[in-house]
């Protein structure tokens, strides 16, 4: 199944468009489409977790680079996303100017909203600029019971020494 920002749940299901395929990396964020698979274990309740410790975006004041370790674990409902969409998509955010905060909450409200897992969060460890790291976390809702969440092993930024 794929779904795009425009579809909505009654659109009728399609192929994945990357799996398998060629595929160039998105121009932004909005243009990157998301592919969802049906969840070969629907019925149980589990967690996924991706890493992105190499992701970057544009800084919207300086143009600058800003680099963070992103962490994403869901409870995955019907779907699970398809893990090279996903990269692509953590891709297009290489040309894209937002604040960390803009940065990371959309990227987790995006995949809950597209997705619609039992449960979804993120958190961003953003690397310092000007001297002050940032890091941004959010999530959909309270874990459900029953479900492991184990810690998300990030270290907070330490500096040297």
Not at 18 to 41: C, F, I, M, T, W
Not at 61 to 87: C, M, N, R, W
Not at 114 to 130: A, Q
Request: proline share 10%; aromatic share 12%.
């Amino acid at each position: 199944m794929r779904r795009s920002m425009s579809d909505t749940p009654s659109s009728p299901s399609l192929a994945p468009v990357h799996l398998g395929q060629q595929s160039a990396l998105p121009a932004s964020p909005k243009e990157a489409v998301l592919d969802y698979v049906p969840n070969p274990r629907a019925k149980s309740l589990y967690l996924v977790r991706f890493a992105a410790p190499e992701f970057t975006s544009l800084c919207p004041v300086t143009g600058q680079p800003d680099f963070a370790h992103l962490v994403i674990d869901y409870a995955p409902g019907e779907t699970i996303v398809e893990s090279k969409s996903l990269k692509l998509f953590l891709g297009s955010f290489r040309n894209h100017n937002g604040f960390h905060e803009d940065v990371t909450v959309g990227i987790g409200q995006r995949l809950f909203d597209e997705m619609k897992p039992h449960w979804l969060r993120i958190g961003g460890y953003w690397y310092p600029r000007g001297g002050i790291p940032i890091d941004v976390f959010w999530q959909s809702g309270a874990a459900p019971e029953g479900l492991w969440v184990p810690d998300q092993g990030v270290q907070g930024y330490r500096g040297r020494g």
